[in-house]
């Protein structure tokens, strides 16, 4: 409840005139342990449903690009290489696959389940019937090779 006080005081006129001021109290906030990790945890899951799905995740990926080819790789350890989908449509690479989670509940859980499915954009033509993928020691390698009209070509000056 604020604290009222009255002060009288006059002005230039002869009538006194009342003031009241009011002790202004700032609303208090809660301390950061206030938010339970758990709480925290609830807010990522609903915003990662929001996003179409609830086991949503996307491994790790890196593009390496030479005169000859594209390279993608992705970090997805512990999986089979019979679990990936790997795809090319309509100039895009599409990269899928699913991780099951353990029959054992865990005590603590930091590692991602589920499927997940990366995109990328090619930025030149391939040649479809060539690419190829490797799985070893936890990383994915799809290599796609350039077709002819995309490697750069050396022009001579007559």
Same mark, same amino acid.
């Given at each position: 409840?604020?604290?009222?006080?009255?002060?009288?005081?006059?002005?230039?006129?002869?009538?006194?005139?009342?003031?009241?001021?009011?002790?202004?109290?700032?609303?208090?906030?809660?301390?950061?342990?206030?938010?339970?990790?758990?709480?925290?945890?609830?807010?990522?899951? +609903?915003?990662?449903?929001?996003?179409?799905?609830? @086991?949503?995740?996307?491994?790790?990926?890196?593009?390496?690009?030479?005169?000859?080819?594209?390279?993608?790789?992705?970090?997805?350890?512990?999986?089979?290489?019979?679990?990936?989908?790997?795809?090319?449509?309509?100039?895009?690479?599409?990269?899928?696959?699913?991780?099951?989670?353990?029959?054992?509940?865990?005590?603590? +859980?930091?590692?991602?389940?589920?499927?997940?499915?990366?995109?990328?954009?090619?930025?030149?033509?391939?040649?479809?019937?060539?690419? +190829?993928?490797?799985?070893? @020691?936890?990383?994915?390698?799809?290599?796609?090779?350039?077709?002819?009209?995309?490697?750069?070509?050396?022009?001579?000056? +007559?």
């Amino acid at each position: 409840m604020p604290i009222r006080h009255a002060t009288r005081y006059k002005d230039s006129g002869t009538n006194p005139k009342t003031m009241n001021i009011i002790r202004y109290k700032s609303p208090e906030m809660p301390p950061l342990a206030a938010f339970e990790i758990p709480t925290i945890q609830n807010l990522l899951k +609903s915003a990662l449903r929001l996003a179409g799905s609830q @086991n949503a995740w996307a491994p790790p990926m890196d593009v390496y690009e030479n005169e000859q080819a594209l390279t993608v790789c992705l970090d997805v350890p512990g999986m089979a290489k019979e679990s990936f989908e790997i795809t090319l449509e309509e100039g895009a690479l599409c990269v899928a696959g699913s991780r099951p989670q353990d029959e054992e509940s865990p005590l603590r +859980s930091e590692r991602w389940y589920g499927t997940f499915k990366r995109s990328i954009a090619l930025p030149f033509p391939v040649k479809e019937n060539e690419v +190829s993928a490797t799985y070893e @020691n936890g990383v994915l390698s799809v290599n796609l090779i350039k077709s002819e009209e995309a490697k750069p070509k050396k022009i001579t000056v +007559s």
